[in-house]
T-cell receptor, first 115, second 118 residues
């Protein structure tokens, strides 16, 4: 079984540009969450999607948006990039059952550098 | 509100000696607690999880953690450190009841960098 797949693995963008990050969850998992990990800190929650609907949003500006497709894959979009958006973006998939009982599986992340 | 505090940003041990990584949590609900490990330039790997069953939780690679409600702690231990244990460790809480959702949002600590000396 393939794990959580994220693409691309690395990305360099210029301030003001737009970026799209992609995530494919484990087969059978219906929930996808996105986290931002700035260097030296723990990951911060951005979004959670379940059955193609947004189920939670963290404290991030409207420049950040996401969606989930019928096959449960997901995209994270960031507009008007700032230097501070440079981070490792992690995708986590889970079955989507109650209270995290079934755990989350993380992808290896996309390293975004904004210059 | 949910949060975790990892009490040490860096821990150094010699190979073969015990490991203790400390974590305190705060949760409005009966929490689900996790420890994740992150090796350099890698994603996060689940070590173990507590979900209101046994208070002593055994994980992978010889790690275990004990849930102590009275102390609001969930410390991670290993009897004998190995060089391959050197990595960043994150204590994580999820309550799953945030905003009425039945799905769990994860709240991470700032991490503890474990160094293992030969």
């Amino acid at each position: 079984d393939a794990g959580v797949t994220q693409s691309p693995t690395h990305l360099i963008k210029t301030r003001g540009q737009h970026v799209t990050l992609r995530c494919s969850p484990i087969s059978g998992h219906k929930s996808v969450s996105w986290y931002q990990q700035v260097l030296g800190q723990g990951p911060q929650f951005i979004f959670q999607y379940y059955e193609k609907e947004e189920r939670g949003r963290g404290n991030f500006p409207d420049r950040f948006s996401a969606r989930q497709f019928p096959n449960y894959s997901s995209e994270l979009n960031v507009n008007a990039l700032l230097l501070g958006d440079s981070a490792l973006y992690l995708c986590a998939s889970s079955l989507g059952r109650a209270r995290g009982l079934y755990g989350y599986t993380f992808g290896s992340g996309t390293r975004l550098t904004v210059v | 509100a949910q949060s975790v505090t990892q009490l040490d940003s860096h821990v150094s041990v010699s190979e073969g000696t015990p490991v203790l990584l400390r974590c305190n949590y705060s949760s409005s609900y009966s929490p689900s607690l996790f420890w994740y490990v992150q090796h350099p330039n890698k994603g996060l790997q689940l070590l173990l999880k507590y979900t209101s069953a046994a208070t002593l939780v055994k994980g992978i690679n010889g790690f275990e953690a004990e849930f102590k409600k009275s102390e609001t702690s969930f410390h991670l231990t290993k009897p004998s450190a190995h060089m391959s244990d050197a990595a960043e460790y994150f204590c994580v809480v999820s309550d799953g009841a945030d905003r009425g959702s039945t799905l769990g949002r994860l709240y991470f600590g700032r991490g503890t960098q474990l160094t293992v000396w030969p």
